[in-house]
Every structure is written in C-alpha cells, then in structure tokens.
C-alpha cells in the first residue's frame, strides 16, 4: 500500500460543490453534498480524513440546564455513479482512515465522497489516499442543468432520517443526499451545489433578539468562510469563483428563520419592512456575484409561509426596478399530516423526497420556457 497525498493528485480530482484547498494542500469539503470524484484502479483504497466535530446544546428536561454536546461529520460513498450509497461512514474520530474500496483482484472504478451533514455541524478534510493502484481522471458526467441551493435546516436536510418530531440534532439524522436539493439534482441530472445552514436567515432583524449565526451574506461570497474561522482566520478570506462556476438555477429558500426572528422581537411592522430590506439586498448580492444569466428562484416552505407574500413582494419590486426577467417564486406544498414530521418537526425524508419533485418539475417547465 502507498500513500498519496490530495495536493499531489488534485488534477485528476473533480470537486462537487464548494470545497476549501488549504495553504498546504488539503481539501475540506464541508457544505452539504460537497465532495469529491475520481476514476480508481487497483484492489484496494482508503482515505485519510480530518475531521473537526461541531457542538450542540441540550437541554435538561428536568432543570433547563444547558450541556453541551460534540457532533460529528457524516459522508457517504458511491460506487460508479450509483445512486445508492456503497458505504457510509460518521467520522467521529480528529484523524482516521475509512476504506473506500476493497477487491479481491484489480478493478476500476470511479469514486465519489459526499458529505451527508452541514457546514456549522463538524468539518472534513480529505488529506491522502493509501491504495496499492493509482488515481485516474473520471469520465465527465452528461449534465443537463447547474444547480445552486441556498437555504437553512430545511434545505440541510435537518431530522429528515427520523419520524421522532421531539428529537434534537443527531448526524446520523441529518442526510444531505436525500434533501430535496439532492432529489431534484438527480430528477434533472444537474451538477448540485448547497449552501445551507440551520438557524441561518436573510437579516439579522431588529431588536433584542437575533439567532446567534451571521446572516447568510456573511458567508455567500467565500467558498468557505466558516471553515476558514474555525481556522482563525479574520479576513482576506478565499472568494468562491464564480466566473467558472456559474449556476444555471439558483433556488434561494431563506425566510423561515427571519419570521421566528420577528415572532420574538414582537415587532412585526419593523421586522418586515427590514427583512424585505434586506432581502432586496441578497437579490442584488446573488446578481453581483452571478452577473444576468442564472434564473433566480425565490421559494419559500414547506414549515412556515408567514413571509411568502413579502418574499413575492419583494422579488416583483425587484424584477420592476432592475429589469430583471430571470426572477420567479415558488411555494414549495405544506407538511402533510400522514407523511409525519422529522426532527424539530422538520420535514422528513417522504416530505423532502416530494418537495425535491415539486421544484425539479418547476425548474424543468422553467427551462423549457420559450
């Protein structure tokens, strides 16, 4: 067995989504369904990762007590393009190496590693392989569309691997690859890209309280500016590309936590004409940095609608002032009672599995729009 270091073999390695090379020529893939893909020959290959956990609160039910609780990465690993994942793994250890593939005789495959859970809910760095074969280019995939997902928990696919609707967050819980981001990616046959993030909302609001994450125009621009603070960086923090890799679609599904922010602020009037502020302000970010072509859809659900008319409000001012035609919004369709809830009373995997059709059905029609 020999090991291979990522920066010696990154040219033969496609990056899915948006993943952070260090100074030292490492590789973190840490937004949802981020990762890698490459062509394998030989018996046997593992990879060595790094893995930073997150942490989570809980509550004693008995005092109210707070303790906190480490949370690890998951990924999960396909075998030649299958839908299916060939392994699974959460990575609960700071450095280990996980098999990716294992034969009796010399084979060749192509590999992909995904990651299953968020961003803020532990990191991973993909530092070398250790194989007995060698490291090939993969074969381009046939896409017919480039898709971009921004959103919160619902599109992280938060509690979408339980029914218990009580349960607090579990990375086993959480499964990117099956959020309806993934879902409609694989109806279209679309290169998928997510940012997302539980708690993340457009504004910050006004008043006293406010979620304890930056709005997501904090992050938007980098390709990864919580990594690159949980290294300590402070600036100068690596611009995403935006030039090369420009979406086709992007669906924006933000609006959910900036209602609960006005629901506490108790100040309904004010906290609606700042979210709508600022949500003009994202549409012109997302125009900045995407430039004219991509189509812009704002959607909003399935948990909570209290802002979707300012959401469509927003985005028509927006389309009237800047000219712009590209703009739509959607409505993704309510939980329904029979198919359950998920953690957090989140959607769970039937819900997402039918909110991925709805949108993928939507951007399909879209598409083919004369």
């Known amino acids: 067995m020999k090991k291979i270091l990522f920066r010696d073999v990154k040219e033969k390695i496609q990056t899915l989504g948006r993943t952070y090379e260090t100074e030292t020529g490492e590789l973190f893939c840490n937004w949802t369904c981020s990762g890698i893909r490459f062509c394998f020959r030989g018996s046997s290959l593992a990879v060595n990762i790094n893995a930073f956990p997150g942490t989570e609160q809980d509550r004693n039910p008995m005092d109210g007590t707070l303790t906190d609780r480490e949370v690890w990465p998951c990924i999960a690993v396909f075998l030649d393009d299958g839908e299916e994942p060939y392994q699974f793994y959460e990575l609960t250890k700071a450095a280990h190496t996980y098999l990716l593939f294992q034969g009796e005789q010399e084979e060749c495959h192509t590999i992909t590693i995904r990651k299953l859970t968020e961003n803020a809910k532990g990191k991973v760095c993909i530092t070398a392989f250790l194989t007995d074969g060698e490291i090939r280019e993969p074969e381009p995939q046939k896409t017919r569309v480039k898709l971009e997902f921004i959103g919160d928990s619902i599109t992280c696919g938060f509690g979408n691997m339980t029914e218990d609707p009580n349960r607090l967050f579990f990375s086993g819980d959480e499964n990117g690859w099956m959020s309806h981001a993934a879902v409609a990616a694989r109806i279209l046959h679309g290169d998928l890209s997510v940012i997302s993030c539980s708690g993340i909302a457009v504004t910050e609001g006004i008043g ?106 927003t985005a028509e001012r927006f389309r009237e002032e800047k000219k712009d035609s590209k703009i739509r919004c959607f409505k993704y369709g309510r939980i329904r009672v029979d198919d359950g809830l998920g953690a957090c009373r989140h959607p769970n995997q039937k819900t997402q599995l039918r909110m991925g059709e709805e949108i993928a059905d939507f951007i399909q029609a879209l598409l083919t729009e004369k």
Request: negative net charge.
């Open 208 to 313: 006293k309280f406010a979620f304890p994450l930056p709005p997501m125009g904090h992050y938007y621009p980098y390709r990864d500016r919580m990594a690159e603070e949980m290294l300590g960086k402070s600036a100068d923090f690596l611009q995403w590309d935006f030039q090369s890799e420009k979406p086709d679609v992007i669906v924006l599904n933000l609006g959910t936590n900036d209602a609960t922010v006005i629901d506490l602020n108790q100040d309904t009037e004010k906290g609606i004409a700042k979210f709508e502020e600022d949500y003009y302000a994202f549409l012109e970010l997302l125009r900045q940095c995407n430039g004219p072509e991509p189509w812009i859809l704002c959607t909003l659900g399935s948990m909570d609608y209290f802002l979707y008319d300012n959401i469509q409000k």
